[in-house]
């Protein structure tokens, strides 16, 4: 049961009704004293105990709620609920929502509006078709959580699941290219211009396959030292996964136990395992070192600030686009410096994930990349292992003809 945020609203008393006031309105119960009142009272904490949120939503004169006052329920609804990432989408969505419709009533939705807002997904171009129809279930979503909670009629649920999601090569339509793994050439080539943090952080992803958001939120706290001899687990506070296989402990080599002693020492157990603070205090002593001219003593008097303050201007912890962003920023000043020939062509962070799984894939095969991603099924694998081409062409080369013998016994006799 989840709980309220405030206390639990008191019975009180506006001239001859019971009342109680909550979300910034006044809910009249009846007469003051009567059993009607006292049962109404029962019955509002007991439904507002059920879900807080919808007791904030506020209807129009006519009863009606709008779509915009939906849309806002729901994504209060999901707060805490959620992984992260599934709210970042549920926001992206609400927003081309609420856009469009956000001021009719939600019952006045309709697949055509559906459609529409579809529509307008497709022409901003940013969203592939898979993610249109990603998003337009979302919606579906929202009105399915109105009718949960009272605020829709299941009628609207119902014909909006009618519409028919979009087939690849309709028109203004575009299909984004798989992810690719990204080849331990051009990650080795990138690891001299990264700091060390950064350095540490690629490395660790490449030999474990974790997600870059699992690596980027790693405390202390989150490895356990003690479960099995000779091994660490990570584990993570929140997986992509966990609500379908539950929180997966991410077994730690000695590798990568070597490379990730150094950041776990005369830290608190809710610290950082890899923060921009180490990185860019790397870098500075870095540059330091390398410097030729004294520091003027303005630029002293700035480090020390900012030492003193590191959390005005520089998180904790890396996030995603961070980390993705610190990569880049390596490619960028590694190409500034290399050969044309030896130019580092473009990568992400999650392509390590990529690469593990395709190595995996060829080693072990698909069950193996499976248990090490973590992954729900194999066929969620197969879109992060590309080895099978590479395994089907060394059987190729290797293949030999079964009735070779047949067919040259068959040749002389004719």
């Avoid at 490619?331 to 990568?347: A, E, F, T």
């Avoid at 089907?392 to 002389?412: D, G, H, L, M, Y």
Wanted: hydrophobic share 35%; charged share 25%; net charge positive.
């Amino acid at each position: 049961m989840p709980k309220l945020k405030n206390e639990v609203p008191k019975l009180a008393k506006s001239g001859n009704y019971a009342c109680v006031y909550y979300g910034g309105r006044r809910h009249r119960l009846g007469i003051w004293g009567s059993p009607e009142a006292k049962t109404a009272y029962t019955r509002f904490i007991a439904e507002l105990q059920v879900n807080p949120i919808t007791f904030g939503v506020k209807q129009q004169p006519g009863g009606d709620v709008l779509v915009a006052e939906l849309a806002d329920g729901f994504f209060k609804n999901i707060q805490g609920r959620m992984h992260p990432a599934h709210i970042s989408h549920f926001k992206v969505t609400i927003g081309y929502l609420v856009k469009i419709y956000g001021d009719i009533p939600a019952d006045a939705f309709s697949p055509k509006k559906l459609k529409a807002v579809r529509n307008q997904m497709v022409q901003s171009g940013k969203l592939c078709r898979r993610m249109v129809n990603d998003y337009t279930g979302r919606i579906i979503r929202i009105f399915s959580w109105g009718v949960e909670e009272e605020l829709a009629q299941p009628s609207i649920v119902t014909a909006l699941r009618e519409v028919k999601s979009l087939r690849k090569g309709e028109q203004g339509t575009f299909e984004n290219p798989p992810r690719k793994e990204v080849p331990d050439d051009f990650v080795r080539r990138t690891l001299p211009y990264m700091s060390t943090t950064v350095r540490t952080m690629v490395m660790i992803q490449r030999m474990t396959g974790m997600r870059p958001s699992e690596l980027c939120a790693m405390t202390v706290g989150d490895i356990d030292k003690t479960r099995v001899p000779g091994l660490w687990h990570y584990v993570p506070k929140r997986q992509k996964t966990e609500e379908y296989i539950g929180t997966v402990p991410i077994p730690l080599g000695l590798p990568e136990q070597t490379l990730l002693a150094p950041y776990l020492e005369n830290k608190t157990g809710d610290a950082a395992v890899f923060s921009p603070r180490t990185a860019v205090a790397e870098w500075n002593a870095k540059r330091r070192d390398n410097r030729k001219t004294k520091m003027p003593p303005s630029q002293q008097e700035r480090n020390q600030q900012r030492a003193e303050n590191p959390a005005d201007h520089i998180g904790e912890f890396y996030d995603r686009n961070s980390y993705r962003k610190a990569v880049g920023h390596a490619i960028r000043k590694g190409n500034k410096v290399l050969p044309q020939d030896q130019k580092i062509p473009k990568w992400s962070p999650y392509q390590l994930r990529h690469a593990q799984a395709t190595a995996l894939e060829k080693e072990g095969g698909l069950d193996v990349a499976q248990a090490v991603l973590r992954h729900t099924s194999t066929a969620t694998t197969r879109r992060y292992a590309h080895g099978q081409l590479a395994i089907a062409e060394e059987v190729a080369r290797t293949r030999k003809n079964p009735f070779a013998k047949v067919a040259e016994s068959s040749e002389e006799s004719f």
